[in-house]
């Protein structure tokens, strides 16, 4: 168990809102997964499906409602004094909109140097120019380029590059990846997809990717493997290796998903008429199974009993009653 | 169809400094059929998409060409015209469904109200029962129910809200639709349901539209021609299957190789630089800091857009050479 470097058991985070009579939902409703040392994590989901409060959380903004979050066998809510400090150091975030991680008014430098303070790297102002060299290297830049520059002096792509250069500063074990391309542009998305492909192939790093976009999510997870969740109101609907999930997906939701993709070849055009989804807070409380409504499969039992998270073959899990009933492969795995 | 000939529109920011946004752009879009515009930020999409329906405000300038619409016989310069009668042209000549535009409906009206306030515009004082009719029209037409008019734009969600938009568009029956990024930040499903919508509208009443997207997925999916811009120009103009078949241009293929697609493992390539600062620009072609095959010429002269093949335009001194 301790050579996991994050576990995540029954994690479920609620949001009340009104006074009295409030209404609550389950943003994440008990998720549980664990990430090895060096693996990548994809989470993909669309709006709204609790991505990013799973992040928050994670990375310690959010208190769970209930569940826990483990960090090399640790509790990250219980962390006190240096135990905390190690693991803000340890586990570094990237957002998702480069032009608002940055202040306006502060040169870039600033950003690197105070977290280079922050988090006691270096003993002088000429140390710590080395090491933020070092770390823009990394990320094909130099000191001299950014020097006494201002964040609008710098495109979207370079922002995200510089926001990651400095995630990079404290050396983290893993790094959190909050839909990281989405605001940059597409000639730029592949060289931050190549940064984060380096970064676990070199330095072994540990990433949690959470994106909308299956199309770059699967582009990562080709190119280093690894394991995908995809999220659907909160819940995991489905999970396991993600080239697998992407090319052989199960859940209805997942095939939905995939079939939604505007592939970039006008040869093969989608056919058929508009159809809307009706995205309603009802599905975040409802007692069956929450894609019910929207589901092509849905039968009497969906709309009745909520599923689980059943196996269906090696590592591979599917919240679904009608994959449940229509494909029982490897039953004695399950049993086992 | 709707002619844009040669048209420079700069952002003035200072005595002698000018943004130039678009740099003699000339194009054509095409009655009844969906043409693309795509580009990344900063490439002058939004701002010619700004002159072509004459919202031309400080501190935009025009400083030359002309945006012609011909229509039934009629043929208008948009930028001759003052607001009053561009204000005859708003609405049933042509519609504007401009970027995040699903945030702009009044949080305090009901929607029925919203919809009256439109169709005031066009010389409407009280909805009658017809009117009423073709608000219910339009409302069925994007798929929602005619409660929905009932309610609050806050109630909806993102994707309802932008077809609330694009009811709004096409109630006057406008010739030409343009689209600014109609799909940025909506969910998988929906989008696909908006631009399966814009391509039924296109089929079912031949209206033009004209769709502005940074993604290259939307283009290919849904639109019949595709211009590609660059720093300001226009670099690229054929048909879509043409675009994506047979790019021309270093930056077009680039743009199309970099796109990952589920199904193809190969590592992509990866463009190197930023697009260049629209103040003050690279000499000669605006590509060649970035380009693989730049050579003296594209130095010093300026690419013109040519023909190379029936219906395929291109602005590239090396195109056929390399």
Redesign the interface.
């Known amino acids: 168990m301790s050579s996991k470097l994050l576990k995540v058991r029954n994690l479920t985070k609620v949001f009340r809102s009104g006074i009295y009579i409030g209404v609550s939902f389950k943003a994440v409703d008990d998720v549980s997964f664990s990430l090895d040392k060096g693996r990548v994590l994809i989470v993909v989901g669309?709006?709204g499906c609790g991505k990013s409060t799973l992040a928050k959380m994670i990375l310690g903004f959010l208190k769970p409602t209930s569940g826990e979050i483990l960090y090399k066998g640790k509790n990250i809510v219980k962390l006190r004094g240096n135990e905390e400090k190690t693991f803000r150091k340890e586990v570094q975030p990237v957002f998702q909109d480069p032009f608002e991680t940055f202040n306006p008014f502060h040169r870039i430098t600033y950003y690197f140097l105070t977290t280079c303070f922050k988090f006691g790297l270096s003993k002088s102002k000429d140390e710590s120019k080395k090491i933020i060299d070092d770390v823009l290297k990394k990320v094909g830049m130099s000191y001299d380029e950014i020097d006494g520059k201002y964040p609008h002096e710098f495109?979207?792509?370079?922002l995200q590059r510089l926001s990651i250069a400095r995630a990079l500063l404290a050396t983290p074990t893993l790094l959190i990846a909050d839909e990281p391309v989405t605001m940059v542009?597409?000639?730029?998305?592949?060289?931050i997809?190549?940064l984060f492909m380096e970064l676990n192939r070199k330095y072994d790093m540990s990433i949690i990717y959470i994106t909308?976009d299956?199309?770059?999510g699967?582009?990562l997870a080709?190119?280093v493997g690894g394991d995908m969740i995809v999220m659907y109101r909160g819940d995991v609907v489905e999970m396991g290796c993600a080239e697998e999930v992407?090319?052989n997906p199960l859940h209805p939701y997942t095939t939905?998903?995939?079939?939604?993709?505007?592939?970039?070849?006008?040869?093969k055009?989608?056919e058929?008429?508009?159809?809307?989804?009706s995205?309603?807070l009802k599905e975040y409380r409802f007692s069956g199974c929450k894609f019910s409504k929207r589901c092509p499969h849905a039968f009497s039992k969906c709309y009745e009993e909520k599923p689980e998270l059943f196996e269906m073959m090696n590592g591979r899990f599917v919240r679904c009653w009608w994959v449940k009933s229509n494909l029982k492969i490897n039953e004695e795995v399950v049993s086992r | 169809m709707v002619e844009i000939r040669n048209v420079k529109a700069y952002y003035k920011i200072g005595a002698d400094l000018f943004v130039k946004a678009v740099d003699g752009v000339s194009v054509s879009f095409e009655t009844g059929k969906i043409t693309g515009i795509a580009g990344?930020?900063?490439c002058g999409k939004s701002t010619l998409l700004k002159v072509c329906i004459g919202w031309i405000k400080p501190p935009l300038s025009v400083l030359a060409g002309e945006v012609i619409y011909k229509f039934d016989g009629e043929r208008v310069n948009i930028l001759d015209l003052d607001e009053d009668s561009l204000q005859r042209y708003r609405w049933n000549l042509f519609a504007v469904v401009p970027q995040a535009a699903m945030n702009s409906l009044n949080p305090v009206r009901k929607l029925k109200k919203i919809f009256e306030e439109t169709m005031r515009k066009f010389g409407i004082k009280k909805l009658t029962k017809e009117d009423e009719k073709t608000v219910e029209k339009v409302i069925s037409d994007v798929?929602l129910p005619k409660e929905v008019l009932n309610m609050y734009p806050p109630q909806l969600?993102?994707?309802?809200k932008q077809?609330i938009i694009m009811a709004l568009a096409i109630i006057a029956k406008p010739k030409v639709i343009f689209c600014d990024e109609p799909t940025t930040g909506l969910?998988?499903?929906?989008?696909?349901?908006?631009?399966?919508?814009l391509r039924?509208i296109k089929e079912k009443y031949g209206i033009t539209i004209v769709l502005i997207s940074?993604?290259?997925?939307?283009?290919?999916?849904?639109t019949d021609n595709l211009a590609i811009m660059y720093a300001g120009k226009l670099i690229e103009y054929a048909s879509?299957?043409e675009i994506?078949r047979n790019p021309l241009h270093p930056y077009t293929k680039?743009?199309?190789n970099?796109?990952?697609?589920?199904?193809?493992?190969e590592?992509?390539?990866?463009?190197p630089g930023?697009?260049p600062p629209l103040l003050n620009p690279p000499s000669g072609c605006r590509f060649h800091p970035r380009c693989m095959q730049s050579a003296d010429i594209c130095r010093k002269e300026v690419p013109e857009l040519k023909e190379v093949k029936p219906g395929h335009y291109v602005a590239c001194h090396r195109v056929g050479e390399v």
Do not use: C
């Not at chain 2, 940074?214 to 849904?222: K, L, N």
């Open positions: 669309e709006s495109s979207g792509g370079q542009d597409a000639s730029a998305r592949i060289g997809l190549s909308h299956l199309a770059t699967y582009y080709s190119q992407m090319l939905m998903l995939l079939n939604s993709i505007p592939e970039p070849n006008p040869e055009r989608w058929g008429r508009p159809e809307f989804p995205i309603e | 990344e930020s900063g798929g969600s993102g994707g309802m077809r969910d998988l499903v929906t989008q696909k349901g908006i631009l399966l919508f039924e940074h993604d290259m997925g939307v283009h290919a999916q849904i879509t299957k994506f680039a743009l199309i970099s796109l990952p697609t589920i199904g193809e493992k590592q992509k390539e990866k463009l930023a697009p």
